[in-house]
């Protein structure tokens, strides 16, 4: 039986076949339609390094339909991240390429090594600004609220109380 994954991808190191983390990232989307049928791509953004990272990312999202369950998925795509140079590290450092479900047409997944939806997706603007670009309405099933409305609440203005 198909599912749907919601796929955030990010680089922010060049590699000597691919070129920039920009190119990465694209050469990556392509590569994900050896997993199932990708059903929209979005486009590429630069985002500020995070935590030990020192380099720019260039970020994306993808929607795949694939016959993969997700545990087979999260193998397929972290063989698919060595395939592209990623060695393990330290956390947050730099990386070749990162690819990560952040949510699953099955709504919720807890398994070894794997949660669905990515738990820290609601507080990352590199993840719901490409998602809802290509998925608007999809809903997060733990708060219920569509990618467009948690992205709206991530990067609204605030307006300071006196």
């Known amino acids: 039986m198909s599912s749907t994954y919601l796929i955030a991808l990010g680089s922010n ?21 050896a997993l199932g049928t990708v059903i929209a791509r979005s ?15 260039a970020n994306a ?9 997700p545990p087979a998925l999260l193998a397929a795509l972290k063989r698919m991240e060595r395939q592209f140079g990623r060695r393990p590290g330290r956390r947050w450092g730099d990386r070749v390429l990162d690819l990560d479900i952040v949510l ?4 919720n997944w807890e398994g070894r090594g794997l949660t669905i939806p990515h738990p ?10 490409p998602s809802r670009a290509i998925a608007p ?5 733990i708060s219920n609220l569509s990618l467009a409305h948690l992205n709206a609440r991530l990067t609204s203005p605030r307006t300071l109380l006196r």
């Open 120 to 129: 820290e997706f609601r507080g990352r603007a590199f993840v719901l600004g």
């Open 43 to 57: 486009p590429i953004i630069a985002t500020a390094p995070m935590g030990a990272a020192q380099r720019r990312f």
């Open 61 to 69: 999202a993808a929607v795949l339909d694939s016959e993969y369950d």
């Open 13 to 33: 190191r060049r590699h000597c076949l691919y070129g920039r983390p920009r190119q990465i990232v694209r050469a990556a989307m392509e590569e994900l339609a």
């Open 104 to 107: 699953w047409s099955g709504g």
């Open 137 to 141: 309405g999809w809903r997060d099933p």
